[in-house]
């Protein structure tokens, strides 16, 4: 159950503003720490800290380039948390289906007698 | 027509909203009548639900038992708040799996949408944490899709 266990990471992850915040910016285009700090007066370890939080939920990567380790959103981590919300969505659908046939099968309330 | 939404609000709100062709008084009685919850509240095929407990009063209890038949199953537990017959229900619930998750309060209107029903439920956790997990781990069984195999997601 590993993937379990990284979208429970993933949502957790999303779960704090600064962090969503960082993901709005990187959907924009890759960003350094520095970067990323600038516009949420945080200081870099503050952002690193909360960048580790992201990767490791396998939301954010990081690039090698020359002493800079550029970070871009994980295509594939933001897509696996869209197919469960699908996935979800869809489940709770079966439910709702099946409430529409219950509902068909039941006595209709009396109409108003004005028409 | 695509029917349900599923999304987060805030950080500790779950909204899903559907349609349904039925008006909101029928709708109001196939969420708290015991004998009608039983045929539908069911999650995958194959899952039924032996105990019914729904006592539709303020204060009254709620108790879901489901069970696969193969020796899986899970219950959930709760309290009415309110109750507006025939527009809102204002509930907690908890799962347990077994232990049990922290207290979802839910609100769930039945607005009158033409002939038929907009049915909203506005789920509240009590953190953005519990949300998380909610989303990632509780709705997964509690919203039947504990059989899905995720490894094939990732």
């Excluded at chain 1, 990767?55 to 970070?71: F, I």
């Amino acid at each position: 159950m590993n993937g379990s266990l990284k979208l429970d990471a993933a949502f957790s992850a999303l779960a704090d503003p600064t962090r969503r915040a960082i993901l709005a910016r990187l959907a924009k285009g890759e960003a350094t720490v520095m970067e990323l700090a600038a516009p949420f007066e945080m200081t870099q370890p503050a952002i690193s800290q909360h960048l580790k939080v992201l990767e490791s939920a396998g939301l954010v990567v990081r690039r090698v380039e020359g002493t800079k380790r550029p970070r871009h959103i994980a295509k594939g981590g933001i897509e696996a948390m869209d197919q469960w919300l699908a996935m979800l969505r869809k489940a709770l659908e079966r439910n709702y289906d099946r409430l529409d046939e219950v509902l068909a099968t039941m006595e209709q309330p009396r109409r108003r007698e004005k028409r | 027509m695509s029917k349900l939404t599923l999304k987060t609000e805030g950080d500790t709100h779950v909204v899903v909203t559907r349609r349904f062709v039925a008006p909101p008084e029928i709708v109001y009685r196939a969420h708290t009548d015991p004998k009608l919850l039983q045929k539908w509240l069911l999650g995958p095929e194959g899952w039924t639900m032996p105990v019914c407990i729904n006592e539709a009063r303020p204060g009254g209890k709620i108790r879901y038992e489901w069970t696969n038949g193969k020796g899986g199953g899970f219950h959930l537990t709760g309290e009415y708040l309110e109750l507006e017959p025939y527009s809102r229900i204002v509930h907690v619930e908890r799962m347990h799996l077994p232990n049990p998750t922290p207290d979802n309060h839910i609100e769930t209107r039945f607005d009158a949408d033409g002939t038929g029903t907009l049915m909203t439920m506005r789920m509240t956790l009590p953190d953005a944490q519990t949300r998380a997990a909610m989303l990632a781990t509780g709705m997964e069984r509690g919203m039947e899709a504990s059989y899905v195999r995720l490894e094939g997601l990732i």
